[in-house]
């Protein structure tokens, strides 16, 4: 397996006022996989996307990613695993506004070893005749998709994926999820995306479903569509 997760536990909170986000989740995920985290509020999909990530750190168990354990990494070998291995996109884009689409993407690959060609990202995602444009030039859905190119840039191992669309309308959030389809199939990067949009689950090769810190489903799909089919 390309990432395994052994009875990971995470609490927030003092003695007296203690809240278990996650209580003992198990989970394996193939390489090249593209898996769809569905819950509502307060289920722990974004807090077990952190502790993937490497953003926080579980309370307890044990968390390998590509044959190494991540969970008993120090502080600098944690660093290097996040620059190494991961690409983030999140709901809000966070690019850097003096400077253009392909300036924000190469932003990227200073941080990666074996990236990937940024002319190939722009055409991949669309961008091609924006790549001089700042983002203040941009729609959302333009803005996002640099931000996913700024991600995928440095061939990363892991695409994570945090309401990618959760701040685009209904058209545009087509269009984001066709461009994640497409790194998927192309790069071959495994994706954990985390949204409240169960629709979103009809295209990916998995769906788990979190409630109350726990994996109450975990459904591979075998009616998958393409993104470009998904309506909501």
């Known amino acids: 397996m390309f990432l395994e997760l052994q009875q990971i536990k995470k609490s927030f909170g003092d003695e007296n006022n203690r809240v278990e986000v996650l209580n003992g989740v198990d989970l394996s995920v193939k390489k090249g996989e593209f898996v769809v985290f569905l819950g509502p509020s307060g289920s722990g999909k974004s807090t077990l996307l952190n502790i993937i990530g490497g953003i926080d750190r579980a309370d307890s168990g044990k968390m390998y990613a590509d044959g190494k354990c991540v969970s008993e990494m120090r502080e600098r070998e944690l660093g290097q695993y996040r620059r190494k291995n991961l690409g983030y996109v999140f709901q809000m884009y966070n690019l850097i506004p003096n400077l253009t689409v392909r300036e924000n993407i190469e932003v990227g690959a200073y941080l990666g070893e074996n990236t990937l060609d940024t002319d190939g990202i722009l055409s991949v995602l669309g961008l091609k005749e924006h790549a001089d444009k700042l983002p203040n030039q941009l729609s ?87 993104a470009r089919e998904l309506e909501w």
Do not use: F, W
């Not at 990618?164 to 984001?176: C, H, K, M, V, W």
């Not at 790194?183 to 009809?202: D, F, P, S, W």
């Open 140 to 226: 959302g859905g333009q803005q996002q998709r640099t931000s996913i190119g700024r991600a995928v840039v440095k061939n990363p191992g892991l695409l994570l994926c945090d309401e990618p669309t959760g701040a685009l309308d209904y058209s545009t959030s087509r269009e984001i999820l066709k461009t994640i389809e497409a790194v998927n199939q192309k790069y071959g990067c495994t994706i954990l995306m985390v949204t409240h949009n169960e629709a979103i689950g009809r295209i990916a090769d998995r769906v788990i479903s979190l409630r109350d810190g726990v994996i109450h489903k975990n459904i591979a799909n075998e009616n998958k569509i393409s």
